[in-house]
């Protein structure tokens, strides 16, 4: 685990708040799945789709800040991206990625509610949303407010979008850590005064929280 260098020997001892990515911190995401599933349903003329957490096509981009409906996502990956199938087949290709929350997570989450103020800030979109929503309900109830990309019409890394949940929060940027598994939103965050933590592997959460909440105790399951 580290959090960079200009960080490494932080202790967070004075943070009053913790905003937290969802996919790769809280949610076990898999990228390579939906490579699998949109090669499976490409035509053979088009060039292999190429979707990682740092480059994807701008369909996915215009879906995530709620500048395409559903329905405009799903004829982009076709028109676009060559894909057959329906509405429905796209859909389920595209939820391919998204494998569940990280055992214990709840009770980790839980445990730092207890101490402080809590934001989760997600790229994301409809159709990951209303995949993930019932299984995440208790794990979502543990935060103040919920900040989805396709809602704000904005993603990371974009400054914007951090100063928007400073603002709404009314949090002192100096006082609030942001967790998040990838370097860009790492960097912006920094740079917008933020306290910062790259999780780089989601086992490391554990201690993270054994280091914000030492005396707290897990909730029971």
Same mark, same amino acid.
């Given at each position: 685990m580290t959090n960079g260098s200009t960080q490494h020997h932080d202790?967070?001892?004075d943070v009053k708040n913790v905003i937290f990515d969802l996919g790769g911190v809280l949610y076990n995401v898999d990228y390579a799945l939906v490579e699998q599933e949109f090669s499976a349903l490409q035509k053979r003329s088009k060039a292999p789709i190429s979707y990682t957490r740092q480059t994807q096509p701008a369909i996915f981009t215009q879906y995530e800040i709620g500048a395409a409906s559903t329905e405009e996502f799903c004829e982009g990956l076709? =028109?676009?991206l060559g894909l057959h199938g329906s509405d429905e087949e796209l859909s389920v290709a595209w939820n391919a990625m998204l494998l569940g929350v990280y055992p214990g997570r709840n009770g980790l989450v839980w445990r730092l509610k207890q101490r402080y103020s809590l934001a989760l800030l997600s790229n994301t979109n409809a159709l990951h949303i209303e995949h993930v =929503?019932?299984?995440c309900q208790e794990l979502f109830s543990f935060f103040d407010t919920l900040f989805f990309s396709y809602e704000m019409g904005l993603r990371k890394p974009d400054a914007t979008i951090f100063q928007r949940v400073l603002d709404t929060m009314q949090y002192v940027p100096?006082?609030?850590?942001f967790i998040d598994d990838s370097h860009q939103h790492i960097e912006t965050a920094r740079?917008?005064?933020l306290r910062t933590l790259w999780l780089q592997h989601p086992d490391s959460l554990e201690l993270v929280v054994d280091m914000l909440a030492p005396n707290?105790?897990?909730k029971a399951s």
């Open positions: 202790t967070f001892s076709r =028109k676009e =929503k019932p299984e100096s006082e609030t850590l740079a917008c005064g707290s105790t897990e």
